[in-house]
């Protein structure tokens, strides 16, 4: 063989892909060929792992527009002429590495995404994931990952209005950066990232092309991490200026008909970019890479094809528009140049110069070949899912108070205002519901619609329970929207997992699909669009598989969204739902982790009842029987009382409390499908006729009112100490 | 009536301001691109909230040599109404339409939350409309915000009465916990010696509705349409 295996690992090709590309192209490839096919059949760009499982997922509604890979973004109908256009992506490896400048091009990124198809991009939300904060370098990839979310997404003007935050041992060496966009665009002003129409120009704009981010994509990507101080080069700088710049003028452009496609440079740059969209188009590229204004000098064709410098765009010009395009970007001071065209030969060529560097055919470029395992359930998870609550003590009563106390101050359960008050979250007029409650809220202006709009993925369950953890994450998001009065549309997902090519991995990853791709079918929910990030491991230890569910949601009426606060003293309180306590439903819990230091046992849901609750939430709001809704999840029915008081300074009381089963479970138990809604007296009989329509328990808790928060006989805390142990916990670990 | 926006490179207020005041206060406002130099024909312009060219160097210290700058200066001499909000209040500041400047907030992090601003004067162009001591809920977004200026400057600020606007509790009480960023005397809007130019951090087009948590920026526009 004539490559040798330093250089195959370089572009992370194995020798039998190595072998099936010389046996396809009837040749040995070039350097820039190899270079184009190592990123292109890489995990990140071509999901050789994943390709098999993610067409479990179901993918088709009425309403959507552009499935999952058709597109940079999934799109869906949401009515008036528009459409929402959303996707979620990691930014995992790069954030590990160079934290501010990991998460900030990360948001860079994935808000390219969404303006490249005409969208004007109207939110951000992030899920993060980190080891303890215990540990001073946790804190500095933590300062520094909050820091460039907000460095670069405050400079662009689109709020970002919430996420998630969740702290595990797992993550320390390897933390999860996921970012989420959101934009709207006109149904009709759709942009394809389509390159076709023989002689139509290839136009680069925004950005030099340096060095940095060499390898990106098959490297940091799609390897695993003992080498990543040497890769430190691989993370780019971001420029959320220039950014700004190219949404105004790539918008401005979209209203035109004077380009056939348009799509940013992400990962593996400007391979990735011509190659797909030509792809996509049917025909052929044909580049030269002399043309690419530089901000090095000695550059090789291989590094500016494989540059993943940020802030750079190519869009395909039809021919004879290209004056009126330039002058269009010009006005926006920022640099465009052409460099190539669409060809009509199916074949990516890139010239330097006169000299031909790279020659192949573009459908052998974008098919990556596609691996399926068999998958064997580990031993070692029997271990985890066979958990006997028995084993443990129960709560005593005395211990109940400073126990709420304790998970309230707890990492994960704890208010993220420190984090999402350093985000611009309001800008846009839009945003009706501001971080903090279950999903933001924001109203599309000349309709009276509004989305809702989520992320979920709890990793600790899918540890345990790859298949029920994935239900979970699908079921929670959609709960959540339900609560703020929003019908779910779709999802966009983003799978962290370890390395797929270990059977222990490859097992949750299939799994964990499995139970997401379940979970959508039965709520209806089609996944639009997705990423993958494989290989989040550090010293060969893989972090918990963590699927994060992006959700979006509509409200027909934005007056009758639905948040969860308590609103009036006197209001009656229920638990619609699961009303029964059951004992293992601490399995998994914050509680179990909190209080015995266990990770153990299978969470508890029953989806059918999930979907009756969620349906019955949905119409209780639309008739406007309920005041505040609000889902119990992480910390149970406990946390989440203290929740809907805090939210709104009014305190609670409890009628008689029957702890039936455990006091733990009843207090702090996670089992699924339970919503805590306020209402007026009033409403009662209206609210438990709607209940039993849909087969669903509604438990009246208790009231509304004063300044303290009191289950009867277990725990009586005032809102000061609750505010001061939640509102405060995550600041005090810093 | 008409009000401009100018637009930098790196302005993002310019939608905002552009809804609260064409589709709410139904009062016309025209974009401005800031390479323009004629003003004539507007009785009010506004610098709105962003990061103008990135901010790279120091808030506002390029945008001041934008060719609208100019333009602005002589627009403003001669009587007519300028705001700044946010971005734009800095850009005044590096200009030397409004004294003082903007520096880092004291806990060196960007922040986005609702404030209550007491109103100081309300015999001004930009505040006619509110009550004696009104609090306005209004909120901030920004990471350099914490005004600042010599003493003599801020003598002369107070004692003209020219500081509009004070960071207080939703009581109107001016207190540290109040004070978002750490600015001098809890400032949060001045005015010019002439008191036709406003600047101010909070974002007034924020709260123009309910919907979205207060309407009580609407009072400031108000303000501004009885006086023209």
Same mark, same amino acid.
């Given at each position: 063989?004539?490559?040798?295996?330093?250089?195959?690992?370089?572009?992370?090709?194995?020798?039998?892909?190595?072998?099936l590309?010389?046996e396809?192209?009837?040749?040995?490839?070039?350097?820039?060929?190899?270079?184009?096919?190592?990123?292109?059949?890489?995990?990140?760009?071509?999901?050789?792992?994943?390709?098999?499982?993610?067409r479990?997922?179901p993918?088709?509604?009425?309403?959507?527009?552009?499935?999952?890979?058709?597109?940079?973004?999934?799109a869906?109908?949401?009515?008036?002429?528009?459409?929402?256009?959303?996707k979620?992506?990691?930014?995992?490896?790069?954030?590990?590495?160079?934290?501010y400048?990991?998460?900030?091009?990360?948001?860079?990124?994935?808000?390219?995404?969404?303006?490249?198809?005409?969208?004007?991009?109207?939110a951000?939300?992030?899920?993060?994931?980190?080891?303890?904060?215990?540990?001073?370098?946790?804190?500095?990839?933590?300062?520094?990952?909050?820091?460039?979310?907000?460095?670069?997404?405050?400079?662009l003007?689109?709020?970002?209005?919430?996420?998630?935050?969740?702290?595990?041992?797992?993550?320390?060496?390897?933390?999860?950066?996921?970012?989420?966009?959101?934009?709207?665009?006109?149904a009709?002003?759709?942009?394809?990232?389509?390159?076709?129409?023989?002689?139509?120009l290839?136009?680069?704009?925004?950005?030099?092309?340096?060095?940095?981010?060499l390898?990106?994509?098959?490297?940091?990507?799609?390897?695993t991490?003992?080498?990543?101080?040497?890769?430190?080069?691989?993370?780019?700088?971001?420029?959320?200026?220039?950014?700004?710049?190219?949404?105004?003028?790539?918008?401005?452009?979209?209203?035109?008909?004077?380009?056939?496609?348009?799509?940013?440079?992400?990962?593996?740059?400007?391979?990735?970019?011509?190659?797909?969209?030509?792809?996509?188009?049917?025909g052929?590229?044909?580049?030269?890479?002399?043309?690419?204004?530089?901000?090095?000098?000695?550059?090789?064709?291989?590094?500016?094809?494989?540059?993943?410098?940020?802030e750079?765009?190519?869009?395909?010009?039809?021919?004879?528009?290209?004056?009126?395009?330039?002058?269009?970007?010009?006005?926006?001071?920022?640099?465009?140049?052409?460099?190539g065209h669409?060809?009509?030969?199916?074949?990516?060529?890139?010239?330097?110069?006169?000299?031909?560097?790279?020659?192949?055919?573009?459908?052998?470029l974008?098919s990556?070949?596609?691996y399926?395992?068999?998958v064997?359930?580990?031993?070692?998870?029997?271990?985890?899912?066979?958990?006997?609550?028995t084993?443990?003590?129960?709560?005593?009563?005395?211990?109940?108070?400073?126990?709420?106390?304790r998970?309230?101050?707890s990492?994960?359960?704890?208010?993220?205002?420190?984090?999402?008050?350093?985000?611009?979250?309001?800008?846009?007029?839009?945003t009706?519901?501001?971080?903090?409650?279950?999903?933001?809220?924001?109203?599309?202006?000349?309709t009276?619609?509004?989305?809702?709009?989520?992320?979920d993925?709890?990793?600790?369950?899918?540890?345990?329970?790859?298949?029920?953890?994935?239900?979970?994450?699908?079921?929670?998001?959609?709960?959540?929207?339900?609560c703020?009065?929003?019908?779910?549309?779709?999802?966009?997902?983003?799978?962290?997992?370890?390395?797929?090519?270990?059977?222990?991995?490859?097992y949750?990853?299939?799994?964990?699909?499995?139970?997401?791709?379940?979970?959508?079918?039965?709520?209806?929910?089609?996944?639009?669009?997705?990423?993958?990030s494989?290989?989040?491991?550090?010293?060969?230890?893989?972090?918990?598989?963590?699927?994060?569910v992006?959700?979006?949601?509509?409200?027909d009426?934005?007056?009758k969204?639905?948040?969860?606060?308590?609103?009036?003293?006197?209001?009656?309180?229920?638990?619609?739902?699961?009303s029964?306590?059951?004992?293992?439903?601490?399995?998994?819990?914050?509680?179990?982790?909190?209080?015995?230091?266990?990770?153990?046992?299978n969470?508890?849901?029953?989806?059918?009842?999930?979907?009756?609750?969620?349906?019955?939430?949905?119409?209780?709001?639309?008739?406007?029987?309920?005041?505040?809704?609000?889902?119990?999840?992480?910390?149970?029915?406990?946390?989440?009382?203290?929740?809907?008081?805090?939210?709104?300074?009014?305190?609670?009381?409890?009628?008689?409390?029957?702890?039936?089963?455990?006091?733990?479970?009843t207090?702090?138990?996670?089992?699924?499908?339970?919503?805590?809604?306020?209402?007026t007296?009033?409403?009662?009989?209206?609210?438990?006729r709607?209940?039993?329509?849909?087969?669903?328990?509604?438990?009246?808790?208790?009231?509304?009112?004063?300044?303290?928060?009191?289950?009867?006989?277990?725990?009586?805390?005032?809102?000061?100490?609750?505010?001061?142990?939640?509102?405060?916990?995550?600041?005090?670990?810093? | 009536?008409?009000?401009?926006?100018i637009?930098?490179?790196?302005?993002?207020?310019?939608?905002?301001?552009?809804?609260?005041? /064409? &589709?709410? #206060?139904?009062?016309?406002? %025209?974009?401005?691109?800031? $390479?323009?130099?004629?003003? *004539?024909?507007?009785d009010?312009?506004?610098l709105?909230?962003?990061?103008?060219?990135?901010?790279?160097?120091?808030?506002?210290?390029?945008?001041?040599?934008?060719?609208?700058?100019?333009?602005?200066?002589?627009?403003?001499?001669?009587?007519?109404?300028?705001?700044?909000?946010?971005?734009?209040?800095?850009?005044?500041?590096e200009?030397?339409?409004?004294?003082?400047?903007?520096?880092? /907030? &004291?806990? #060196?992090?960007?922040?986005? %939350?609702?404030?209550h601003? $007491?109103?100081?004067?309300? *015999?001004?162009?930009?505040?006619?409309?509110?009550?004696?001591g009104?609090?306005?809920?209004?909120?901030?977004?920004?990471?350099?915000?914490?005004?600042?200026?010599?003493?003599?400057?801020?003598?002369?600020?107070?004692?003209?009465?020219?500081?509009?606007?004070?960071?207080?509790?939703?009581?109107g009480?001016?207190?540290?916990?109040?004070?978002?960023?750490?600015?001098?005397?809890?400032?949060?809007?001045?005015?010019?010696?002439?008191?036709?130019?406003?600047?101010?951090?909070?974002?007034?087009?924020?709260?123009?509705?309910?919907?979205?948590?207060?309407?009580?920026?609407?009072?400031?526009?108000?303000?501004?349409?009885?006086?023209?």
């Amino acid at each position: 063989m004539p490559v040798s295996k330093e250089t195959l690992d370089e572009v992370a090709l194995s020798e039998k892909e190595y072998q099936l590309i010389v046996e396809k192209l009837g040749r040995e490839p070039s350097e820039v060929e190899l270079g184009m096919f190592g990123s292109l059949w890489s995990e990140h760009c071509g999901y050789k792992h994943s390709k098999a499982l993610l067409r479990q997922l179901p993918s088709k509604s009425k309403r959507v527009l552009v499935k999952p890979g058709e597109e940079n973004a999934g799109a869906v109908d949401i009515g008036d002429g528009l459409v929402v256009v959303m996707k979620i992506e990691s930014h995992n490896h790069p954030s590990a590495i160079e934290p501010y400048q990991g998460a900030a091009t990360g948001v860079g990124g994935i808000v390219r995404d969404i303006f490249t198809m005409g969208a004007r991009p109207i939110a951000l939300m992030n899920s993060l994931r980190f080891g303890p904060l215990t540990d001073a370098h946790n804190r500095y990839l933590f300062g520094g990952v909050v820091g460039g979310i907000a460095g670069y997404g405050n400079c662009l003007g689109i709020p970002d209005v919430g996420g998630e935050i969740y702290f595990a041992d797992c993550y320390a060496g390897n933390p999860l950066v996921n970012a989420l966009c959101l934009g709207i665009a006109r149904a009709d002003k759709l942009v394809k990232a389509r390159a076709y129409g023989e002689g139509n120009l290839l136009m680069l704009v925004g950005a030099d092309t340096g060095r940095d981010g060499l390898h990106g994509a098959s490297g940091l990507a799609s390897r695993t991490f003992e080498e990543e101080r040497e890769l430190r080069s691989a993370v780019q700088v971001g420029n959320p200026f220039l950014e700004k710049l190219l949404i105004e003028a790539c918008l401005e452009l979209a209203e035109t008909d004077w380009i056939t496609g348009m799509q940013d440079l992400g990962a593996a740059g400007l391979t990735s970019s011509a190659v797909e969209s030509a792809s996509r188009g049917g025909g052929g590229i044909e580049i030269d890479i002399l043309k690419v204004p530089r901000r090095e000098k000695g550059m090789t064709p291989y590094e500016v094809m494989l540059s993943e410098s940020q802030e750079r765009m190519l869009v395909v010009v039809k021919k004879g528009y290209e004056g009126k395009v330039k002058a269009l970007f010009d006005r926006w001071e920022l640099r465009s140049d052409i460099i190539g065209h669409v060809t009509g030969d199916g074949l990516a060529r890139i010239r330097e110069g006169e000299k031909v560097v790279a020659e192949a055919p573009v459908n052998l470029l974008t098919s990556s070949p596609v691996y399926r395992k068999r998958v064997k359930k580990p031993e070692w998870l029997n271990k985890l899912q066979d958990f006997d609550v028995t084993s443990i003590p129960d709560l005593s009563r005395k211990n109940a108070s400073s126990t709420l106390l304790r998970l309230l101050a707890s990492p994960n359960i704890t208010s993220k205002r420190w984090v999402y008050r350093q985000y611009d979250h309001q800008v846009g007029n839009n945003t009706v519901v501001l971080p903090g409650s279950d999903a933001a809220v924001l109203r599309i202006k000349e309709t009276k619609k509004a989305i809702s709009l989520t992320t979920d993925g709890n990793g600790r369950y899918c540890y345990v329970n790859p298949y029920l953890g994935g239900i979970v994450a699908v079921a929670e998001a959609a709960r959540n929207l339900a609560c703020s009065g929003a019908q779910p549309l779709a999802v966009t997902n983003c799978l962290n997992f370890g390395n797929p090519e270990k059977d222990d991995v490859y097992y949750q990853l299939k799994e964990c699909i499995d139970g997401m791709a379940r979970a959508c079918r039965d709520l209806k929910i089609p996944v639009i669009s997705g990423n993958v990030s494989l290989y989040n491991e550090t010293k060969g230890e893989a972090m918990y598989p963590t699927p994060v569910v992006g959700m979006v949601g509509v409200i027909d009426d934005v007056a009758k969204h639905c948040t969860s606060g308590f609103k009036n003293e006197g209001d009656l309180v229920f638990l619609l739902g699961d009303s029964q306590t059951i004992d293992s439903s601490i399995g998994s819990s914050e509680y179990l982790e909190l209080a015995h230091g266990i990770i153990k046992g299978n969470p508890y849901i029953d989806l059918e009842m999930e979907i009756r609750l969620q349906r019955c939430c949905l119409e209780a709001i639309r008739r406007g029987l309920i005041k505040s809704a609000h889902d119990c999840s992480d910390g149970g029915l406990g946390v989440a009382l203290a929740e809907s008081c805090l939210a709104s300074g009014l305190g609670f009381s409890s009628y008689d409390l029957e702890a039936e089963g455990r006091l733990d479970a009843t207090l702090f138990g996670e089992a699924q499908s339970r919503i805590i809604v306020s209402i007026t007296p009033k409403s009662v009989w209206k609210l438990e006729r709607l209940a039993t329509r849909y087969n669903i328990a509604a438990t009246k808790l208790g009231a509304v009112g004063g300044n303290r928060l009191i289950l009867k006989g277990y725990i009586d805390l005032s809102l000061k100490q609750l505010g001061e142990a939640w509102w405060n916990g995550l600041e005090k670990l810093l | 009536m008409k009000f401009g926006i100018i637009i930098f490179p790196g302005t993002w207020s310019d939608r905002d301001c552009h809804y609260a005041i /064409n &589709d709410i #206060l139904k009062q016309k406002a %025209q974009y401005i691109w800031h $390479k323009e130099t004629d003003l *004539s024909g507007y009785d009010c312009v506004i610098l709105p909230g962003g990061f103008s060219y990135g901010d790279y160097l120091r808030s506002g210290a390029i945008a001041r040599f934008s060719p609208v700058m100019s333009a602005l200066e002589h627009f403003n001499s001669q009587g007519k109404l300028v705001i700044g909000i946010c971005n734009g209040f800095q850009i005044l500041c590096e200009s030397g339409l409004l004294p003082g400047a903007l520096l880092t /907030n &004291d806990h #060196l992090q960007y922040r986005c %939350q609702w404030t209550h601003l $007491k109103t100081e004067n309300t *015999s001004t162009a930009f505040t006619s409309q509110c009550q004696h001591g009104q609090v306005l809920k209004i909120p901030i977004g920004h990471y350099e915000g914490r005004y600042y200026a010599d003493d003599a400057t801020l003598d002369e600020l107070e004692n003209d009465r020219r500081v509009i606007f004070r960071y207080s509790t939703p009581a109107g009480k001016i207190t540290e916990s109040a004070n978002p960023n750490g600015s001098m005397n809890n400032i949060a809007g001045i005015i010019n010696k002439k008191g036709n130019a406003l600047g101010m951090m909070p974002h007034p087009e924020r709260a123009c509705e309910p919907l979205l948590g207060s309407s009580d920026g609407n009072i400031i526009w108000e303000s501004i349409i009885a006086s023209i």
